[in-house]
T-cell receptor
Framework: QKEVEQNSGPLSVPEGAIASLNCTYSDRGSQSFFWYRQYSGKSPELIMFIYSNGDKEDGRFTAQLNKASQYVSLLIRDSQPSDSATYLCAASYGQNFVFGPGTRLSVLP | KAGVTQTPRYLIKTRGQQVTLSCSPISGHRSVSWYQQTPGQGLQFLFEYFSETQRNKGNFPGRFSGRQFSNSRSEMNVSTLELGDSALYLC?????FGTGELFFGEGSRLTVL
């Protein structure tokens, strides 16, 4: 059973702080990783994806991948109340794709 | 560019009935995936269609089925509805099969009474 695990939260951070969202995966064969954001009552939307070990930056978002530790993270710098949402981590295994349960982030003004 | 369109957005059925949900992908996208989302189970993969063929299937009973048409539009059907089928059903389109770069529709919220 291929699994993707996330702390369900809620993770609360003050406005302007760095929010750190973490994800672990069970299968070393996983090839690529995705972060989706889902606002309450809305559908998920893709924020970032990462394939290689290391960091990938896009604006205020940085995805980090450590394949040796089977660990993926998403950092959100200068967090805003509008970042309050559930963040879903997903991993692909060949042609299969598994979502984690999501971490609920709350950015406090 | 229009996004993924799902219909109906909301529906209420009773146990034992069947339901058909429709999904129109983004123009040019050839793959359509279906997911079930519930508070307890999160996002669960149902199946993925590409070029009118089911390419991948999740761990759901045979009551859940789908198909894809030549214009890439897709439908999913749930027969003999059970209370536990109450969920948000999300359709996602992508350019190619097996990619994690998914674009989701707004979903169809099914309530089974």
């Amino acid at each position: 059973q291929k699994e993707v695990e996330q702390n369900s939260g809620p993770l609360s951070v003050p406005e302007g702080a760095i929010a750190s969202l973490n994800c672990t995966y069970s299968d070393r064969g996983s090839q690529s990783f995705f972060w989706y954001r889902q606002y309450s009552g809305k559908s998920p939307e893709l924020i970032m994806f990462i394939y290689s070990n290391g960091d990938k930056e896009d604006g205020r978002f940085t995805a980090q991948l450590n394949k040796a530790s089977q660990y993926v993270s998403l950092l959100i710098r200068d967090s805003q109340p509008s970042d309050s949402a559930t963040y879903l981590c997903a991993a692909s295994y060949g042609q299969n794709f598994v979502f984690g349960p999501g971490t609920r982030l709350s950015v406090l003004p | 560019k229009a996004g993924v369109t799902q219909t109906p957005r909301y529906l209420i059925k009773t146990r034992g009935q069947q339901v058909t949900l429709s999904c129109s992908p983004i123009s040019g996208h050839r793959s359509v995936s279906w997911y079930q989302q519930t508070p307890g189970q999160g996002l669960q993969f149902l199946f993925e269609y590409f070029s009118e063929t089911q390419r991948n299937k999740g761990n759901f009973p045979g009551r859940f089925s789908g198909r894809q048409f030549s214009n890439s539009r897709s439908e999913m059907n749930v027969s003999t509805l059970e209370l536990g089928d109450s969920a948000l059903y999300l359709c996602a389109s992508s350019l190619e099969f097996g990619t994690g770069e998914l674009f989701f529709g707004e979903g169809s919220r099914l309530t089974v009474l």
